[in-house]
């Protein structure tokens, strides 16, 4: 199977970065993982810190960096679901301790337009990154999370109370 059309596809959603159209999508984050994923990522990468350096675009790509984690340990009878979100995605864009501080500058003074569900996402967000700037497991407290090899995290193994499996909000399943 040739990947011709790789390239092609890439320059479609550079286009669409260029243009705004790609801004507009509420779930850009996912179209920026294929980007990424097919030839794209530094391109990719730069549009993203772009859209980050204002506070709505900040906030937008935290909060489609939310998901939920199903928790099962060796005692419990039935799972839990529990929001978390992907800070390892994030730190592979921005610094960790930048945007921590950015985070929680956001919370102590809210503008007018963080809905509650960003808030959640913000508070989530520095509550998983360190003092040092790191990616911490919200859910096993005391360990780190290194980095993955590509961008989308969607699965994380437990090695001690069972599997958890991350799954963001708007998971078309399986990228």
Do not use: Y
Request: charge should be negative; aromatic fraction near 6%.
């Amino acid at each position: 199977m040739s990947n011709a059309w790789k390239p092609q596809f890439s320059l479609g959603i550079k286009k669409a970065a260029t243009d705004c159209t790609l801004e507009k999508d509420p779930t850009f984050l996912l179209v920026v993982f294929e980007w990424h994923r097919f030839g794209g990522e530094n391109d990719a990468k730069a549009w993203i810190q772009k859209l980050g350096s204002t506070d709505d675009g900040f906030v937008r790509i935290v909060d489609q960096l939310k998901g939920t984690v199903t928790i099962h340990g060796m005692r419990d009878r039935v799972a839990s679901l529990v929001p978390t979100v992907s800070a390892e995605t994030l730190l592979k864009w921005f610094d960790g301790i930048e945007a921590k501080k950015r985070a929680e500058k956001l919370l102590t003074s809210p503008p007018n337009w963080l809905t509650t569900e960003q808030t959640e996402s913000l508070r989530l967000l520095t509550h998983a990154i360190d003092a040092d700037g790191n990616a911490v497991d919200l859910h096993r407290p005391g360990r780190r999370r290194g980095p993955s090899s590509s961008l989308p995290t969607h699965e994380v193994e437990n090695q001690d109370e069972g599997t958890e499996e991350e799954k963001p909000d708007d998971d078309p399943g399986g990228i």
